[in-house]
């Protein structure tokens, strides 16, 4: 059905992709990556305030340039033989953005920068897939404002 799509012949998709598999995880971290890339600051430093301000803006932002690709995107990612399928390799590529958070966190005397961390990543997930979902009905620039309000410490 892909190769149908594209026009192309099964033969030269697999010159590409090894699998199907495989080509669902250059799909699936395609997408991640593109997810991450608002996360342009220095992640060997610590984060400025507005660095963590820009990244809240430009990941909410993402979705809403593009939202019926956003609403597929997280359907597929969320079966649980693609996310098993892609975990080790989506995990590998957060680490470095964790470790940033977590030093930002420490930084600004978080108790438990580790836990905070992914309290922020979790928010923001959860905030992202319920604007994805219900866009029409989601005050997301309310919601915006209040995370970096909560994280303006």
């Given at each position: 059905?892909?190769t149908?799509?594209?026009?192309?012949s099964?033969?030269?998709m697999?010159?590409?992709?090894?699998?199907k598999?495989?080509l669902?995880?250059?799909i699936?971290?395609k997408?991640?990556?593109?997810i991450?890339n608002?996360a342009n600051?220095n992640i060997?430093k610590?984060?400025?305030k507005n660095e963590?301000?820009?990244?809240i803006h430009?990941?909410l932002?993402?979705?809403?340039?593009n939202?019926?690709?956003?609403?597929?995107?997280?359907s597929v990612?969320?079966?649980?033989?693609v996310?098993?399928?892609i975990?080790k390799?989506l995990?590998?590529m957060?680490?470095p953005y964790?470790e940033a958070l977590?030093k930002?966190?420490?930084?600004q005397?978080?108790?438990n920068?580790k836990?905070?961390?992914?309290?922020f990543t979790?928010?923001?997930?959860?905030?992202?897939l319920?604007y994805?979902?219900?866009s029409?009905?989601?005050p997301?620039?309310?919601?915006?404002k209040?995370?970096?309000?909560f994280?303006?410490?």
């Amino acid at each position: 059905m892909i190769t149908k799509k594209a026009k192309i012949s099964k033969g030269l998709m697999y010159n590409y992709f090894d699998s199907k598999e495989d080509l669902l995880k250059q799909i699936i971290s395609k997408g991640f990556k593109e997810i991450l890339n608002p996360a342009n600051f220095n992640i060997h430093k610590v984060l400025l305030k507005n660095e963590l301000n820009n990244f809240i803006h430009e990941i909410l932002s993402l979705f809403n340039d593009n939202l019926n690709y956003w609403k597929l995107y997280f359907s597929v990612l969320l079966q649980p033989t693609v996310f098993k399928l892609i975990k080790k390799q989506l995990f590998e590529m957060v680490m470095p953005y964790f470790e940033a958070l977590g030093k930002h966190f420490h930084s600004q005397g978080y108790e438990n920068p580790k836990a905070e961390t992914r309290m922020f990543t979790a928010t923001l997930d959860g905030i992202s897939l319920n604007y994805i979902m219900d866009s029409e009905n989601f005050p997301i620039d309310a919601i915006e404002k209040r995370l970096i309000d909560f994280y303006k410490k």
